[in-house]
Each structure stands twice: as structure tokens, then as C-alpha cells.
């Protein structure tokens, strides 16, 4: 038998992602602190992290601004509070959702922004706006990503068409993004091999996983095998939910010896720990139950806000009685 | 593309065994109260678990029995105390150590016990008794597993040498056995398929995994892939250290109309929330670098049991110290 070991080498393309504070952002209306702010992209160049999401650009003008904090709207102001010019090598990365963001006036043409990466976010019956999105993002100076959410409940015909604009536009990423926490590796698998025929070979393919199942750090594995090369993780896992990849378990994984762990293990001894007492995260039974039964995470998540945040089998009562 | 769900049917071969009081065990000195073992037990059949391992049975010779919890001995009056004569479809499992226990003698014939099945347990220097104990345990009348552990640590022509004789023993399954919770889901095909190879479809071929790198669970899904029927599963994960594949995401997977997940989610909200306040298992950090550097768990766990338990930079400079 073949035992060579694939796994100890590595491949230069992959580049990593840290999602801390745009993913995490959904779990506290984006009211990070400034020092924690600092302290994430601090750590991410250490770390020799590709780059770093630092939240979504909603649109002011659609959202009420007094409760939400300002990484729900990532205004050139607060972005250079904390990475001042981001003088590092570290390229910076904002979430355009469509339908949330007034994206021809607030994204400023790249020469006026410390940001790298526009990265689009859409259901798949918004993919014409993502289309001009992504346009528009590209003609002004931007790496663009396209990530069509909720993969794993879109009827086949639907992504079939919906790859075949986003392999037509102008995005640089296709990213694979398992909203639900739903997938397991057979489906990573067919999903990523899809994305990448329908790119032939002109754009990367990333992987954005949740891990309702415990499986977002497989699943990014398992992406990485069949040719995915941009990966998002986030430090402890934090995101909404139950949380994605972790950047602890990914960075031990990839070989490529640019990437240092120590700096992570120490961000998270030192803001993570008191961040587990204030807010709740990660795969609980909850999160299991919606993970399987591939449904949006917000009846888990309204269920783990409350005092009842333990009672799985009325919990799971309530997911299959709706079904 | 084949996008057929290979995923969406079952295998009915395929056989789940309950580890939470067995491996449990080696967190708490095996000091679980009945109550707790009974609801176990009686979670098990509700929910069409094959297999419950209910403990060791280690020597009370070789080892002092005043701290220790019964189930690291499992003598017949303590298991009939929890089952009586088992009147279910369920089989029940002790593990037996090599170099552990007095097995000629502890180990009753068949006819004399409410047990089922004997899973020897035995790292690769330890195969000439495991060879012995295999055949007694078998010409006692019982179901015989062979658990070579620690696979990760072993060198390939040590594991080629100790499958031949596992091969050729009269044990029933052998299992693939990741105690360190180091394997990755290309090691766990290659080990799977290479155990597969050996047996030559004359026995089944189980898996144990740790959860150290949050892929207990994917883990068993690859070997299942590769064509494991027999799975082992904990409750909430519960086992040493990182503790083990969760029975709650594993049934969840699984597509076999006969197991049911409900009795084990009220198992979890019963009896697992208030012992998540009083036992340490799971993923943590020490427990993802042990399982990253392939460590034996021990060093992590005495990390986790006192104060330093979340300082992870000293953890971790204490780990790759010593490599």
C-alpha cells in the first residue's frame, strides 16, 4: 500500500482568512472593543495570516446605528483607528451583504481605503445585485470574492445557474459557505469539485465553514483536498452560532511554515477565556439539532439566549414539529 | 457530475457501542454513582445503541480498590446490579487491559456472565498477550475485540507485524484506536483500508477516536466511508481528556431508522449539563496541541486539573520543549 503522507507537505496557493470579528460581530451586534480589535490584527500578522475580515459594511441609512457597534459598518475612520495605514503584509477585508448595504456610495474607490477585499455575500435569489456588486467592487480597485450563502439548501438547478454568473463575473473567489453548519465531507467534496469546474481554473475556490457538527475544521480539510486555497477560520472558533473553523486547529493542520501558532495561543489565553463567560458560542446540542436538520441556526440561537438554553429534547420537539 | 447522496442511505451493518461509562471512567477513578450508569444503560436501548462498554476490568490484585470506582473492575454483582440480567437486545462490553488484569481468573466463562463481548486493549509491545487473552476470552464463549492503541505512534513495520497476528487471533473486529487524538481523516482512510486489507473481510473493523482536534466525529464518518462497522461513540463526547466521538452528533449521521436520538438528548440535559460543572473533558486548547504534536494526553490533562489550566503559551512551550 501507498503510504506516503500527503498531509506533511503543503501548498504555497492556500491563503487564510480570519473572520474573528465580522462572524463574531453577529453574536454581540458588533460591539467589539477597540483593544480586542487591535489585539485580533495584532496576532493575525503575527501569525503570518493572509487576511483579516474586520466586519460587514452595512448601510447606516438602512440600519438603526445607536445599539450597533461600528463593525457592522466598517467606516474608513474606525477601520484606521486600529490598523492605522496597515502597514504590514496582512491584506484587510470588509463583508458587503446584498440587500444590506448601500454599496455604490459607502465601498470608497481603493486608493481612498486602507481595505484589500470586498467580499459579497448573498442568498442565491440575490445573485443579480451581487453580480453589479461584484462589478462594481472590481472597478474600484478591489480583490473581490463572491459568497453565495447557504449552500446546502439550494435546489441543484439553482446553483447550477447561480456558479454560472458568478464564474461569468469579475469575482477573483468562489466561496463554498455552509451557512447551516449542515454539510458532511461526501457533500464538501461534490460542492467543492463543482465550484471548481465551474471556474476552470480562473478563480479560487475558498471554504467557509460552521461547525454545528464539529466538522468545520474537517470540512475545511476536506475542502483543501479537493483544491480549495482560501480558508476562513476564526480564533477559538468564534462566530455566530455554533462558530466556524478554528484558526488554532487550522494553523497546527497547514505545514506552510509562514504560519506561527504561539501568537494565537496567546490572544486566546488572554482575551478568550474571559470571552467564553460573556458570550455564547460553539457547537451545543442546539446547534447539533439545526446542523442536522439543516435549518438556519436562529431558533438555536433564540433558544440558547434564554433560560432554557439546555432543554434539548423540547428544543428538539419544536425543529421537528415545524418541519 | 454524480450527485447521488450515498450519504442519505445506511449500511445495516454497521454497529454502534457505547463507551461513556468505560472511557468516562479514566476521568473520575471510574466513580460513577449507579444512578448515573443505570441512566446510561437505559439510554442505550432507547435509542438502539448495539453495544454499551459498561468498564474495565482490571486486577483488584495489581491495583488498590479503595478510590477506584467499580467500573474499573466490573466484577459480575456490580454489573447485575445496574442490568440485572439484561433483558434487551443490547450487548454489553468490558475492556480488558493487557498487563492490567488477572484475566484468567476475572474473566468468568460466557455462561456464568451477563456480559457479551471482551475488548482486549494493548499497545504494540503488548500483542503476545493480547494473543493469549484473545483466545481465552474466546474459548470462554465471548465476543472478541482487539484494540491495538495509540496507532499513531506506531511504526509501519511494528503495525504491519502486530495486524498479521491480530489476523490471524480468533478476535472478532479489530479496531482502529486513535488514542492520542492525532489522525487526520487521510491517516484514518490509509489506516482503515490497511486493517481492511489484513482482516480480508474475515473480521469487522471498529474505530475509536479522540477528540483533540474537534474530528472524533469526522473521523468515524471517514472510517465508515472506508467500510468500519463498528463504531465506538460517547455521550456528550464524555471520555479522557479531549474525550471522544459525540453519540448525539454520531446518530444524528447515521440513517439506520432503528437508532433514535430524543432518549439521548434528555440523557444529555438530565445528567450532562450538571457534569459539565464537575468533570473536564473535550477539545480544549492543551488537549488541540497534544493532539497536534501527537502526544500521549497525560501531560495535558495534568495541565487542565489545576490552576494553569487556560495558560496555553506555557503549555505549549512546555510541549515542543520536550520533543
Known amino acids: 500500500m501507498n503510504m506516503k503522507a500527503p498531509w506533511i507537505t503543503y501548498r504555497p496557493e492556500i491563503k487564510v482568512m480570519d473572520c474573528t470579528v465580522r462572524d463574531g460581530g453577529l453574536i454581540n451586534d458588533h460591539c467589539f472593543e477597540d483593544g480586542f480589535v487591535k489585539a485580533v490584527y495584532q496576532t493575525c ?3 503570518g495570516i493572509d487576511y483579516m475580515e474586520i466586519g460587514y459594511c ?21 477601520i484606521r483607528r486600529i490598523v492605522g495605514e496597515n502597514d504590514s503584509p496582512m491584506k484587510l477585508s470588509v463583508m458587503a451583504d446584498a440587500g444590506k448595504c448601500d454599496w455604490r456610495n459607502d465601498i470608497l474607490p ?8 470586498v467580499r459579497v455575500a448573498c442568498y442565491v435569489h440575490q445573485i443579480p445585485e451581487a453580480a453589479d456588486m461584484i462589478k462594481d467592487a472590481k472597478d474600484k480597485g478591489y480583490e473581490v470574492s463572491c459568497n453565495l ?7 441543484e438547478p439553482d446553483l447550477d445557474q ?3 454568473v458568478m464564474a461569468a463575473s469579475d469575482a477573483d473567489v468562489l466561496c463554498v459557505v ?4 449542515a454539510l458532511y465531507a461526501e457533500q464538501i467534496e461534490l460542492l467543492v469539485k463543482k465550484y471548481m469546474a465551474a471556474v476552470q481554473c480562473k478563480k479560487q475556490i475558498g471554504i467557509h465553514a460552521h461547525n454545528n457538527l464539529q466538522l468545520g475544521f474537517a470540512n475545511t480539510i476536506e475542502a483543501i483536498i479537493h483544491g ?5 477560520a476564526t480564533m477559538a472558533g468564534l462566530g455566530r452560532g455554533a462558530g466556524n473553523c478554528p484558526m488554532e486547529l487550522l494553523l497546527g493542520f497547514l505545514r506552510n511554515p509562514k504560519f506561527k501558532i504561539r501568537p494565537v495561543l496567546k490572544l486566546l489565553q488572554d482575551h478568550f477565556v474571559a470571552l467564553r463567560g460573556q458570550m455564547d458560542w460553539g457547537p451545543s446540542v442546539p446547534y447539533n439539532l439545526s446542523g442536522q436538520l439543516n435549518q438556519h441556526p436562529r431558533m438555536a440561537i433564540a433558544a440558547r439566549s434564554g433560560p432554557d438554553k439546555d432543554k434539548y429534547v423540547e428544543f428538539y420537539d419544536k425543529c421537528v414539529s415545524e418541519g
Chains 1, 2 share one sequence.
Open 178 to 181: 455552509d451557512s447551516n453548519g
Open 58 to 78: 452595512a448601510s447606516r441609512k438602512l440600519f438603526a446605528t445607536g445599539k450597533s457597534g461600528d463593525w457592522r459598518f466598517c467606516e474608513e475612520d474606525a
Open 228 to 232: 480549495a486555497n482560501r480558508l476562513d
Open 162 to 164: 447561480a456558479l454560472e
Open 110 to 117: 481603493k486608493k481612498d481605503s486602507v481595505i484589500d477585499v
Open 45 to 47: 500578522i503575527a501569525a
Open 149 to 155: 450563502m447557504a449552500v446546502s439548501t439550494i435546489p
